[in-house]
């Protein structure tokens, strides 16, 4: 009997011994996520990256170890509506201001819808107008809509079921926000020209909210919406 049981010894032991789980190399992953990064025409996700890095990389890992080591160059690894970029540091964007495309400027109009939608998210025409206190017309909300910083969300249940406006993420990524709780206050706000003239003294700044999740005064869109009801109309008068 003890010769069959010093056979079967080495085959117990091999049975027992524990796997070794392969962890990839740190370096070589970094360099894998920063190729990625620079080659992509639009931020990623960590799990984006997580999906082409090898086996349990630690991608918050890897992460910050680039935006640390890309922190004092002339491109920073950002975060831009919860997803990671590179951008021009922000004191040289003035050394490539005469090499980017000049795109078309909103008028004041504009500019003030899109504060408004932004702060007061979700809303309607008519509390855009309250808000401004005069006309919106269609031209400015389809500008918005053009440049796809605004977005449709539902329906006001309300009467004549208003339709409700919100942001996108590509407004937040346009001006380097990671979420919409990054907007300036109120007196960025004025410097940088969204609000103009006299505030009242009981004016407040509302904290924003992007949630995709319907509120409760909200219904979903329906498949009629290609033209928003509160859209037909073109008003004269405004500023």
Same mark, same amino acid.
């Given at each position: 009997?003890?010769?069959?049981?010093? $056979?079967?010894?080495?085959?117990?032991?091999?049975?027992?011994?524990?796997?070794?789980?392969?962890?990839? &190399?740190?370096?070589?992953?970094?360099? #894998?996520?920063?190729?990625?990064?620079?080659?992509?025409? *639009?931020?990623?996700?960590?799990?984006? /990256?997580?999906?082409?890095?090898?086996?349990?990389?630690?991608?918050?890992? @890897?992460?910050?170890?680039?935006?640390?080591?890309?922190?004092?160059?002339?491109?920073?690894?950002?975060?831009?509506?919860? +997803?990671?970029? !590179?951008?021009?540091?922000? &004191?040289?964007?003035?050394?490539?201001?005469?090499? %980017?495309?000049?795109?078309?400027?909103?008028?004041?109009?504009?500019?003030?819808?899109?504060?408004?939608?932004?702060?007061?998210?979700?809303?309607?025409?008519?509390?855009?107008?309250?808000?401004?206190?005069?006309?919106?017309?269609?031209?400015?909300?389809?500008?918005?809509?053009?440049?796809?910083?605004?977005? /449709?969300?539902?329906?006001? +249940?309300?009467?004549?079921?208003?339709?409700?406006?919100?942001?996108?993420?590509? !407004?937040?990524?346009? !001006?380097?926000?990671?979420? @919409?709780? &990054?907007?300036?206050?109120?007196?960025?706000? +004025?410097?940088?020209? !969204?609000?103009?003239?006299? %505030?009242?003294?009981?004016?407040?700044?509302?904290?924003?909210? $992007?949630? =995709? #999740?319907?509120?409760? &005064?909200? =219904?979903?869109?329906?498949?009629?919406?290609?033209?928003?009801?509160?859209?037909?109309?073109?008003? *004269?008068?405004?500023?």
């Amino acid at each position: 009997m003890l010769p069959d049981m010093q $056979d079967e010894a080495p085959e117990a032991m091999e049975d027992e011994t524990p796997e070794v789980s392969h962890v990839p &190399d740190h370096g070589e992953a970094m360099r #894998i996520a920063e190729a990625l990064l620079f080659a992509s025409a *639009a931020p990623l996700s960590a799990e984006e /990256l997580a999906g082409r890095l090898p086996e349990g990389a630690d991608v918050e890992k @890897i992460l910050q170890d680039l935006a640390e080591l890309y922190a004092l160059r002339g491109v920073n690894l950002v975060r831009v509506a919860g +997803k990671w970029t !590179f951008r021009t540091a922000s &004191d040289l964007s003035f050394v490539l201001a005469r090499d %980017v495309v000049e795109q078309r400027k909103l008028s004041r109009a504009a500019m003030e819808t899109l504060a408004i939608i932004a702060y007061h998210q979700p809303v309607t025409r008519a509390e855009i107008e309250e808000i401004r206190g005069v006309a919106t017309s269609k031209g400015t909300i389809d500008t918005l809509l053009e440049t796809g910083w605004i977005r /449709l969300r539902g329906r006001r +249940k309300a009467p004549g079921r208003p339709v409700t406006y919100g942001t996108t993420p590509a !407004f937040l990524e346009h !001006f380097g926000l990671d979420a @919409i709780e &990054d907007l300036p206050g109120l007196e960025e706000l +004025k410097g940088a020209g !969204f609000i103009e003239g006299r %505030v009242p003294s009981d004016f407040s700044v509302p904290v924003p909210s $992007d949630a =995709d #999740i319907l509120r409760e &005064d909200e =219904d979903p869109l329906e498949d009629d919406l290609l033209q928003p009801l509160d859209m037909h109309q073109t008003e *004269a008068g405004e500023e």
